[in-house]
Nanobody, 123 residues
Framework: VQLQASGGGSVQAGGSLRLSCAAS????????MGWFRRAPGKEREFVST????????YYSASVKGRFTISRDNAKNTVYLQTNSLRPEDTAVYYC?????????????????WGQGTLVTVSS
């Protein structure tokens, strides 16, 4: 399985970006997908996750109400719509895939990882 994240960029505070994560290879092995981020000098942080069958979702408190995770199973792609961006959202965003149908919030819950896409929010 390969995951390809894209959609990052530089925006001003209050702006929006839509991140995409396209899966290829043995995509049938992926049951849930999540987004994490790592800000400069900080640990990797959970952002959001979704179960691909059924569509259950979960968000971290810091992004709930501003970010929306969605999926297009036909395209093997998961999206993260990021609205009302803040400077503290600046980070490299990573998508991840799991073989289990769960709303995992730990990086250890995922075995497939994309390369990351940089989001920079200026004030």
């Amino acid at each position: 399985v390969q995951l390809q994240a894209s959609g990052g960029g530089s925006v001003q505070a209050g702006g929006s970006l839509r991140l995409s994560c396209a899966a290829s290879g043995r995509t049938a092995d992926i049951k849930s997908m999540g987004w994490f981020r790592r800000a400069p000098g900080k640990e990797r942080e959970f952002v959001s996750t979704t179960v691909l069958s059924g569509g259950s979702t979960y968000y971290s408190a810091s992004v709930k109400g501003r970010f929306t995770i969605s999926r297009d199973n036909a395209k093997n792609t998961v999206y993260l719509q990021t609205n009302s961006l803040r400077p503290e959202d600046t980070a490299v965003y990573y998508c991840a895939g799991s073989r289990r149908s769960w709303l995992g919030t730990s990086p250890h819950d995922y075995i497939y990882w994309g390369q990351g896409t940089l989001v920079t929010v200026s004030s």
